[in-house]
């Protein structure tokens, strides 16, 4: 019987990657017309922002569907936390949160920064942004989801090591480093999906609301 579990839970993590990766081949297609039709530099890096969320909240939504659980992926934008602290007589309140806030059941589980690419600032940032989390209570998992890898890993390693390794896994799925001069937009340089990778993301996700549990 445990068996039998184990293949329909991969049978549905197959279908779920199957829907994610033609949701991200649309918009990586997507992309390379807009930048043929000559959308500027802006609206690209607004396009490419919007759909890499979107297709994250779809995906791990997707999950909570096939799976039949409580499992939610909203905007953070609209779902911030009340960080409160007191100072010098005052309570000081600040908005919180990343791209993608994550729910099991109306419990806050997780939350995923979603990137084009990573760079080393915007890692930085990220960790910054979980750490808050955690010192105002939250006990959720911190991911990252980008496209392609533009971090010096000598320097992820520092930044991971003065931020108590508070992010949980990056997630990339296209090969290579990010080249400015080759953006993956431009149809002469378009990268194939890594399925290998985008399947670890998908994973992860489902382990989300299926933990695994010890055999003995």
């Known amino acids: 019987m445990e068996d039998q579990n184990i293949f329909v839970s991969q049978t549905l993590c197959d279908d779920i990657f199957i829907s994610a990766k033609e949701q991200l081949d649309i918009c990586m297609s997507k992309w390379c017309t807009s930048y043929e039709n000559n959308s500027s530099g802006g609206e690209m890096r607004s396009e490419r922002g919007a759909d890499i ?24 934008t609209g779902n911030e936390k009340l960080l409160r602290l007191h100072y010098d007589n005052k309570e000081l309140i600040k908005k ?7 729910y099991l059941d109306d419990k806050f589980i997780a939350v995923i920064e979603c990137k084009a690419y990573l760079d080393h600032c915007y890692y930085v940032r ?7 989390f955690k010192k105002f209570g939250h006990d ?11 971090v010096d890993e ?58 695994k549990t010890s055999s003995t």
Not at 53 to 75: M, P, Q, T, Y
Request: proline share 2%.
């Open 154 to 211: 000598s320097s992820k390693l520092f930044t991971d090591v003065i931020t108590d390794h508070v992010c949980d896994e990056i997630f990339y799925v296209l090969d290579g480093k990010r080249s400015s001069s080759k953006p993956i937009y431009d149809s002469r340089y378009k990268k194939q999906i890594n399925e290998t990778k985008l399947k670890e993301f998908i994973n992860s996700m489902v382990e989300l609301c299926t933990p």
């Open 96 to 102: 919180h949160q990343v791209d993608v806030h994550i």
């Open 53 to 76: 969320e979107k297709f994250i909240r779809d995906s791990i939504n997707n999950i909570g569907v096939k799976l039949k659980k409580n499992l939610k992926a909203v905007r953070g």
């Open 126 to 132: 990220a960790c910054d942004d979980f750490k808050l």
């Open 140 to 150: 959720i998992k911190c991911f990252i989801f980008a496209l392609e890898n533009s």
